[in-house]
C-alpha cells in the first residue's frame, strides 16, 4: 500500500512537471517598416518538423514542450528571426526585408514586380556583372550569362553588332532581335549596314553607343505572359535596361577605367614565300603548264621578296574607358550624372571607335502625393571601319589572298610608294601568271585598302524622357512617360585614284550617306494595388500607349575628280564628264496601343495574372490593322503549404508557375501591305509602273508561347535552380507567296501570311553561394538551353533557298542542303562525292581528258554522268543554328581578393568554313598550310586531292566543308583586389583593381578562326557562313574602380 501511495505521488509530480513545460504561445507578426500583419509566416520549433503559420491578421498560436525551445519566424523575403521561447504566454516579433532575396525584381516597364510574386520566365542579370566587364558594349557582356539567350558575338570589328536571339529564331524573313527598352522607353536597334559596297563597310551598331556603366540592372523577358505587355513587338522576347538613379544620403562620386590590348585569338595559318611557290608551281605542273610562281627581287639585294600580309593587316589593338559619375539626393529629390569616354583600335590596322557621353537622370518628389523624373542621355561616336568580310577588297580577304613572295612596296614611289599593277591599281602579282583564267579574282593590296581610302560613320545620338507620377490615394498610381530617341548617322567613304576599284576607274569617287531616325513614344497608364484582410492581394494596371518613328536617307556620289586626291564632295571640280549618283527614301511608322495587366495572389502562396495589349499598326493592311494580345500565368508556392513545411524542411522555396499567351512581330517593312509604284522610261518616255502587289490583309507574325517551370531555394538559399519548358508556335509568317508569271507581278510573288514554325526547349539555371564565411566566400552561377525548331507551312511546297542553306517543311529552319563529299581516291588521288542515291563517283581533272570522260567509278573503269546540283540533299538536323548552349560563372573571395571565370559553350549547329574553302583553291593566291597534306603518290593516306591549276569541281561547296561549330570558351578570367583597409582609411565606398582575360581560350574541332564567327550574322536561313570575317580578338586588360 505504501508504495502504491509513492508511485500515485511521483506520477502526479512527474505530471505537473510536463504540464508545467507545455504550454500554448501566441503572438502577432508584422512588418518592422510599417507595423502591417504578416500572414503565412512560418513560426516553428527549432529542430523539429513541428509548426504553424501566421493567419490574415499575422496572429499565431503554437505549443512549446520546452522552456528552452527557439522559435524560428521564417517569411519569403523577409530575413529570418530565431528567439528562445518566452517566459509568458505570448511573444510579437517583427520581421524585416531581407534585401538579398529582395535584390532581383522584374522590369516590365510599366510594373515592377518581385521574383518571388512572378508568375512568368524571366531573368535578372544585376548591373555589377555589366560594369565589371571591359566590352565595348552591353550587349556583347550578356554571353552565356542567361538561359534562353543565345549571344554571337560574329566578328572582330570593334563597335560591330551582335546577334541576340531569345529561345531559338522566330522569323524566316523578318528580323528577329528582341525589343529593346531604356527606362520604358523602346530603343532604335536596327544595325545600319552601309549604303555602299552592299553592307560590307562600317556597321553602324545603336547599342554601342549606350554607356555600359550607367547600368543598374537589365531584364530579359522570355514568355508571352512577362512580355505581351509589349504585344506586337515581343514575339523576339524583349530585353529591358535600368539606368542608374541617385538615392538619398551622401554624395556618391566614382570612377571607372580600363586599358586593354587586343590580339586576333586565332588566324589561317598561311603559306610562307617558299611554300607558295612550291604549291603554286605543282598545281601548273599537273596541268603539264610552265612554273607560274617565281622568287621576285624588287630591289636587287640578292634575296627574294617574302611578305606576310597577315602581319601588315593586324595589329595589337588598344582601347582605354574612362567614366566618372556623382550621384545624391535627399527626401525630396535625387540625380544621377555621368560621363564617359572610349577609344578603342582594333585588331585590324586603322579600324578605330571612340565614343563620348553624358547622361543625367533626375528625380524630384515636391509632394508626397507627386513625383516627377526627367532622363537626357546624349552621345558621340567616330568610327574609322574598315572594309571586311565578302569583298575582294576587305582587309582580311586581301589580306588572305595575297602571295606572299611579292613585296609591299616598289621602288619607284609611283602609287603612293605601294607595289601596284600599272593596269588596274591592284597588287601586282609580279608571278608568270599566263592567263587571266590562272587568277580565280585580282589581288587587291591589302594596305592600300585601309591607308588610302575612307571608310567612316560619324553617330550623333540623342535620348530623354520625363516623366511624373501622381498617387492621389493609397494604393493608386498614375503614370505618364514621354521619351525620344534621335540618330544621325553620316556615312563617308573615298577611294582615292591609286587604289584598286571605283576609285581607280573613276579617278577618285567620294560617297556619303546620311541617315537619321526620330522615334518617340507616350506611355500613359494607371497602377492601384489592394489589399483585403491581410489575404487577397489585387494589383490592376491599365494604359494607353503611341509611338512614331521616321527614318530619312539621303545619300550622294561624285567621281572623275579633276583631282582625283580631291577627298571632299564638296570640292566640287570635275575632269569632263562627271561621275554623279543621289537618291533617298522616307519611311514612316506609327503605333497605337491600349492595355491592361490584372495579377491576384493570396497569401504569397496562390498566384494568377492576365495581361492583355491591343495594337495598331500603319504597316499592316487596312483589313488588320489592329492586333490583340492576350497573355495569363498561374504560380503555386507549394513550400507554404503545411504538409510541406511539415515534411521537406531543406527546400526554403518552392514555386510551380506556368504560362501561355500571344505576342506579335512588326519589324518588316513600313509599306510591306501597299501596292507601290515606280518611275520608268521606255522608248524616251517616262511613266509608272507596279513595283509591288500589296496585301490588304497582311498582319503580325504571331507567337502562341507555353511555358512551365519552377523555382526553387534550398539549403537557406544557397542553392536556387530555375527550370523552364517552352514551346513556341509561330504562325502567319510574312513570306513571298509565288503567282503565276503571267500576272505581270514584280518579282511573280506577293507578300502575305503563310508560313509557320516552331521552337521548343528546355532552360536549367543553378545559382549557388557553396561556401559563404568571413574570409572566404564562393558564389557560382551555371544555365543550360537545349532547342528544337522545325518549319511547318511555307507558301507552297518549294522551299525557300538561301545559298547552301534552305527553309523547308518539315526540316529546322536554314537546315544544309548540299552535294556530299566523299573523301579521296588514294589510288588516284582525285576528289569523291556521292550522287543523290549514295554512289560514289570521281572526279579526274587531268590534262588531255575530255569533258565527258571526267566522270568516272572510283576504279576508272567507267563512265557515269556528272555530279550536278541534282545530287544535293538535305542534311537532317544541321543547320547554323546551335540547339543546346550555356554558361558556367565563377567567383572566388578571400581576404579582399577576388578571382573569377566565365565558361561559355554551344553546339549543335554547323557552319561552312568557306575561309577554308577559299584557301585550298586551285586557282593562282595564297593558301593554308592544309595544302600541303595534299595527295602525292608517297602520301596516298590524305583528305587533300591532288592539286591541278583551275579545278574547281574539288574545290565546289560540299560537305567537304561543313564542320561541327561546337566549342567551349573561356569567356573570361579575372582577378582583382579590393584593398579593404585602404579602403577604410581613405573613407571609400569601392576600391577595386583588376586584371582580367576576355576569350582566353577556346576547345573547337572546328579548323577556321572562330566557330562563332557569322558572315551572315544578319540572315534567318543563312546563318552559320564564315567567309574571310575579321576573327574574334583576345582581350587583356587593366582596370580600376573607386568610389568616394
Known amino acids: 500500500m505504501k508504495r502504491m501511495i509513492l508511485l500515485i505521488f511521483f506520477s502526479v509530480m512527474l505530471f505537473g512537471q510536463v504540464l508545467a513545460q507545455s504550454r500554448i504561445i501566441t503572438g502577432r507578426v508584422t512588418d518592422s517598416k510599417d507595423g502591417s500583419p504578416l500572414p503565412g509566416v512560418t513560426v516553428s520549433i527549432k529542430g523539429t518538423s513541428k509548426g504553424t503559420i501566421t493567419n490574415p491578421n499575422g496572429e499565431y498560436r503554437i505549443e512549446i514542450s520546452q522552456p528552452t525551445d527557439v522559435l524560428v519566424y521564417s517569411f519569403i523575403g523577409y530575413g529570418n528571426v530565431e528567439l528562445q521561447a518566452p517566459a509568458g504566454a505570448s511573444r510579437n516579433v517583427q520581421l524585416t526585408t531581407d534585401d538579398k532575396t529582395l535584390q532581383e525584381v522584374i522590369v516590365t516597364g510599366y510594373v515592377d514586380i518581385k521574383r518571388k510574386d512572378a508568375t512568368a520566365s524571366s531573368v535578372n542579370i544585376g548591373g555589377d556583372k555589366i560594369n565589371d566587364k571591359p566590352v565595348q558594349s552591353f550587349d556583347q557582356a550578356l554571353d552565356g550569362l542567361a538561359a534562353g539567350v543565345n549571344v554571337n558575338v560574329t566578328s572582330g570589328v570593334v563597335g560591330d553588332a551582335v546577334s541576340i536571339r531569345i529561345r531559338g529564331v522566330n522569323s524566316i524573313s523578318n528580323a528577329t532581335s528582341p525589343l529593346i527598352v531604356l527606362d520604358g522607353i523602346p530603343l532604335i536597334t536596327g544595325t545600319n549596314l552601309n549604303v555602299f559596297n552592299s553592307g560590307n563597310g562600317t556597321r553602324f551598331n545603336p547599342l554601342a553607343d549606350i554607356n555600359p556603366n550607367d547600368i543598374e540592372s537589365i531584364t530579359v523577358l522570355k514568355d508571352a505572359a512577362s512580355a505581351a505587355l509589349y504585344g506586337s513587338r515581343a514575339a523576339n522576347g524583349v530585353i529591358v535596361i535600368t539606368t542608374k538613379r541617385g538615392k538619398k544620403g551622401t554624395v556618391a562620386v566614382s570612377y571607372n577605367g580600363d586599358f586593354n590590348w587586343a590580339k586576333a585569338a586565332r588566324l589561317p595559318k598561311l603559306l610562307n614565300g617558299e611554300d607558295f611557290t612550291t604549291i603554286q608551281n605543282e598545281k601548273a605542273a599537273n596541268l603539264n603548264t610552265t612554273p607560274i610562281a617565281v622568287d621576285i627581287d624588287l630591289n636587287n639585294d640578292g634575296k627574294p621578296d617574302r611578305t606576310d600580309w597577315l602581319k601588315e593587316v593586324f595589329q595589337t589593338g588598344f582601347s582605354q574607358n574612362h567614366g566618372v559619375s556623382v550621384s545624391g539626393g535627399n527626401d525630396k529629390a535625387q540625380y544621377y550624372g555621368a560621363f564617359d569616354y572610349a577609344d578603342m583600335k582594333g585588331i585590324v590596322i586603322t579600324n ?8 543625367i537622370n533626375l528625380d524630384v518628389t515636391p509632394k508626397t502625393w507627386l513625383k516627377v523624373g526627367v532622363s537626357l542621355y546624349a552621345s558621340k561616336g567616330v568610327n574609322n571601319g574598315v572594309l571586311s568580310d565578302g569583298l575582294l577588297a576587305g582587309a582580311t580577304f ?7 613572295n611579292v613585296p609591299i612596296y616598289n621602288t619607284t614611289g609611283q602609287y603612293g610608294g605601294y607595289y601596284l599593277s600599272a593596269a588596274n591599281r591592284d597588287l601586282a602579282d609580279g608571278n608568270n601568271v599566263a592567263v587571266a583564267t590562272n587568277r580565280l579574282n585580282r589581288f587587291f593590296h591589302p594596305l592600300t585598302t585601309v591607308y588610302m581610302g575612307r571608310n567612316d560613320n560619324i553617330t550623333n545620338r540623342t535620348m530623354g524622357s520625363i516623366y511624373g507620377e501622381l498617387s492621389p490615394v493609397k494604393g493608386l498610381k498614375i503614370t505618364s512617360r514621354f521619351g525620344a530617341d534621335f540618330i544621325q548617322n553620316f556615312e563617308d567613304q573615298y577611294s582615292g585614284p591609286d587604289q584598286a576599284g571605283n576609285g581607280f576607274g573613276l579617278n577618285g569617287l567620294v560617297q556619303e550617306n546620311l541617315l ?20 487577397h492581394t489585387f494589383m490592376l494596371t491599365a494604359g494607353l500607349e503611341y509611338q512614331y518613328s521616321k527614318r530619312t536617307e539621303l545619300y550622294t556620289g561624285q567621281g572623275n575628280l579633276a583631282d582625283g586626291y580631291f577627298t571632299s564632295i564638296y570640292d566640287g571640280l570635275y575632269a569632263g564628264t562627271t561621275n554623279t549618283f543621289s537618291g533617298g527614301t522616307a519611311n514612316a511608322k506609327a503605333f497605337d496601343s491600349y492595355f491592361a495587366r490584372l495579377a491576384y495572389n493570396y497569401l504569397n502562396k496562390y498566384y494568377i495574372e492576365g495581361v492583355f495589349r491591343a495594337d495598331a499598326f500603319s504597316g499592316f493592311g487596312l483589313n488588320n490593322r489592329r492586333g490583340y494580345f492576350p497573355g495569363v500565368s498561374a504560380g503555386w508556392r507549394i513550400s507554404e503549404e503545411p504538409f510541406f513545411k511539415e515534411n521537406i524542411a531543406v527546400i526554403s522555396d518552392f514555386k510551380i508557375r506556368g504560362s501561355y499567351g500571344r505576342v506579335g512581330n512588326a519589324e518588316l517593312g513600313e509599306y510591306a501591305w501597299r501596292t507601290l509604284y515606280g518611275g ?3 522608248a524616251d518616255v517616262n511613266g ?6 500589296g496585301d490588304p490583309n497582311l498582319q503580325w507574325e504571331t507567337s502562341k508561347k507555353l511555358d512551365i517551370g519552377f523555382d526553387m531555394s534550398l539549403l537557406k538559399d544557397k542553392l536556387n535552380i530555375t527550370f523552364d519548358y517552352f514551346n513556341n508556335d509561330v504562325d502567319n509568317l510574312i513570306l513571298n507567296a509565288p503567282v503565276l508569271r503571267t500576272t505581270g507581278v514584280p518579282g511573280a510573288a506577293v507578300t502575305t501570311n503563310i508560313g509557320s514554325m516552331y521552337n521548343r526547349g528546355l532552360e536549367l539555371t543553378i545559382n549557388a553561394n557553396p561556401i559563404s564565411k568571413k574570409d572566404f566566400n564562393w558564389t557560382t552561377s551555371t544555365n543550360f538551353t537545349i532547342l528544337k525548331n522545325r518549319v511547318t507551312k511555307l507558301a507552297d511546297p518549294n522551299d525557300i533557298i538561301s545559298g547552301a542553306s534552305r527553309a523547308s517543311i518539315g526540316k529546322p529552319l536554314g537546315v544544309f542542303y548540299m552535294i556530299r563529299w566523299a573523301g579521296v581516291n588514294p589510288t588516284t588521288g582525285y576528289g569523291q562525292f556521292l550522287s543523290a542515291d549514295g554512289t560514289v563517283k570521281m572526279y579526274n581533272p587531268s590534262p588531255g581528258v575530255a569533258t565527258a570522260d571526267r566522270w568516272t567509278t572510283p576504279d576508272g573503269s567507267a563512265k557515269v554522268t556528272a555530279i ?5 540533299v538535305y542534311l537532317d538536323n544541321k543547320t547554323g543554328y546551335p540547339t543546346w548552349y550555356g554558361g558556367w560563372s565563377n567567383t572566388f573571395s578571400y581576404k579582399g581578393i577576388e578571382l573569377g571565370f566565365t565558361l561559355q559553350y554551344s553546339g549543335g549547329n554547323y557552319v561552312i568554313n568557306a575561309t577554308r574553302q ?5 586557282f593562282f593566291q595564297n ?19 591532288k592539286l591541278f591549276l583551275r579545278d574547281n569541281i574539288t574545290t565546289q561547296t560540299s560537305t567537304r566543308w561543313l564542320e561541327s561549330a561546337d566549342y567551349l570558351r573561356m569567356q573570361e578570367i579575372m582577378l582583382a583586389y579590393l584593398f579593404p583597409d585602404v579602403k577604410t582609411k581613405l573613407n571609400m565606398t569601392a576600391l577595386r583593381v583588376f586584371a582580367s582575360v576576355n576569350n582566353a581560350f577556346i576547345i573547337t574541332g572546328y579548323s577556321g578562326a572562330d566557330p562563332e564567327i557569322n558572315t551572315n550574322r544578319q540572315a534567318n536561313i543563312a546563318f552559320g557562313v564564315d567567309s574571310r570575317g575579321v576573327p574574334l580578338p583576345r582581350t587583356f586588360s587593366l582596370g580600376l574602380r573607386a568610389g568616394f
Do not use: C
Not at 578605330?352 to 547622361?359: K, T
Not at 509608272?688 to 502587289?693: C, F, G, M
Not at 577559299?918 to 586551285?922: Q, R
Open 680 to 682: 520608268g522610261n521606255y
Open 352 to 359: 578605330r571607335l571612340r565614343r563620348g557621353s553624358v547622361r
Open 398 to 404: 586581301a589580306g588572305y589572298n595575297a602571295p606572299p
Open 918 to 922: 577559299g584557301l585550298m583553291t586551285n
Open 927 to 945: 593558301n593554308i598550310e592544309e595544302i600541303k597534306t595534299r595527295w602525292t603518290p608517297t602520301n596516298t593516306n590524305t583528305i587533300t586531292p
Open 516 to 535: 537619321r531616325i526620330n522615334q518617340w513614344n507616350w506611355s500613359n497608364f494607371a497602377t492601384y494595388t489592394h489589399t483585403i484582410n491581410q489575404a
Open 868 to 872: 550536278t546540283g541534282a545530287d544535293a
Open 688 to 693: 509608272l509602273s507596279v513595283t509591288q502587289i
